[in-house]
């Protein structure tokens, strides 16, 4: 068999499994939004507990990430406004959680395609993209934090 067929097959069995297990992955999505919203309701939204951010407990300064996990869990809240207002990447989480739970398929070409691309880059050019996608996102939280 040569390489053709077999990619044919694999998108082929890839299509039958992703069409077989819908269901079962939209139940899943569905039972992660409501467990996220019960915890969400038991913590005002993810409001009280310790800080997870590593960054911000050995620095003392908001990390470019800072509010997402409270942005979901107003997003869980349904408070759309104050989710927008903590850190706009909740949306962008929630989002690919979605995608994740309901097309994984998609989420994965997405993925090789970004990483064929990555990798054609030359190590100096990464880091400037990371630390430049950083800074970007910590000078756009800024007014926020303050």
Not at 1 to 12: D, E, G, I, P, V
Not at 76 to 90: I, K, R, T, V
Not at 123 to 131: D, M, T, V
Request: aromatic share 12%; hydrophobic share 50%; glycine share 8%.
């Amino acid at each position: 068999m040569n390489l053709a067929t077999q990619f044919l097959l694999s998108k082929a069995h890839s299509q039958l499994l992703l069409q077989k297990f819908l269901p079962l992955r939209i139940i899943l999505l569905i039972s992660t939004i409501y467990l996220g919203r019960v915890i969400a309701l038991n913590s005002s939204g993810f409001e009280f507990g310790p800080s997870l951010c590593m960054f911000r407990n050995l620095t003392g300064l908001p990390c470019p990430f800072c509010g997402t996990t409270r942005s979901v869990g107003n997003l869980f809240l349904g408070d759309f406004q104050s989710a927008l207002s903590m850190n706009p990447l909740g949306y962008v989480s929630a989002g690919l959680l979605g995608v994740v739970f309901i097309s994984p398929i998609s989420l994965k070409s997405f993925n090789s395609y970004i990483a064929q691309n990555w990798w054609r880059l030359n190590q100096k050019s990464q880091i400037a993209i990371i630390a430049g996608v950083f800074i970007l996102i910590w000078i756009a939280n800024l007014p926020r934090m303050f």
